[in-house]
């Protein structure tokens, strides 16, 4: 018989389910309990199925997308355009913007952005295999996707200052108001970037 | 080498994580994805947690809280009135109920409230075994602590029933106006309730 007090089991699940982001201690307890109530079985495959991920799960070697072989199957689609790069944070963004269907160029994740007080800098994202990758394929354009944090907006900066020496154009996506939001009901930011990034009627008819 | 495909991978555990109370996929992918960037050992320790807390925990052969021996460390303790058991849904309002301080009565875990849309009938619940503790030990009030739902109104009325024949009191705790709510905001329920369950001042003042 293992000598691990009922009380402690409970304490180690609720710490490690409250370890997820976003998930308190009181929704943890919920969600342990939850758990306590399904079978073993059912136990044993939720439990499983983040170790077989962990362990299984493969990444491109060009793009650092999830992948099934060593590249990705954006990465070796031939009818999408190699010479357009888009740099995101992680393989969530690129399932979001995939999810749009606007988009026909490769990828690039990044791995997360610089953030000096949680101790991530350059050298701890995919930024120099983006570079050679430029450098390689004679990419024509860099299309920064990171978020408008002041750690998106950096690492954003730091790449566009790599990619200065290359011959290659750097873009950002466009910042503004959503579409169908409310203008009295936006943030200043997304406002003043709407305003500031503004483009002509007629184009945006076409869009 | 496994043949499990990465998004295979990806979508089972998202699979998992969302079926989680109150865990959306859009939530669940995000918190898969925080996993996967942990190292394997935080991952493994992650799983082991929900397994090893599914396969070790014991209950309390008493009241059904979770316990380290035969019966809990309530269900044990002398100083507590054995006259006196409260029954709740789960462990969850156990804990919350021994927060406060001011009970010092038995428990008893129902596991559930009946709630035949969702196939659960007095019998999936710890009703029986409630009724012979109450007639083998005695027992002078059963209290009732449910949540106020269409179910748990249900089961607290199934388990007064029951009780009729039984020579205990059976009671309800207090429904009201939670302290230092306002009143133009709390739902009319309560507040009604709390009008037809008034107190006396002085009686109000000594607790």
Partial sequence: MNSSSSSKLIEEAVDQMSSLPGIGRKTALRLVLQL????KDEVDRFSRAFVNLKSEVKFCKQCHNISDDLLCHICVNKSRDNGLICVVQDIRDIMAIEATSQ?????????GVISPMDGIGPSDLNIN???SR???NQTKEVIIALKGSMEGETTGFYIYKKMEKLNVKVSTIARGIAVG?????ADEISLGRSILNRSLYTESLAK
Wanted: proline residues 0%.
């Fill in 103 to 111: 988009y026909f160029g490769q990828y690039h994740v990044l791995g």
């Fill in 134 to 136: 430029v450098e390689e």
């Fill in 181 to 185: 939001d409310e203008l009295e009901y």
């Fill in 129 to 131: 295999s983006l570079i």
């Fill in 36 to 39: 306590l109530e399904r079978n």
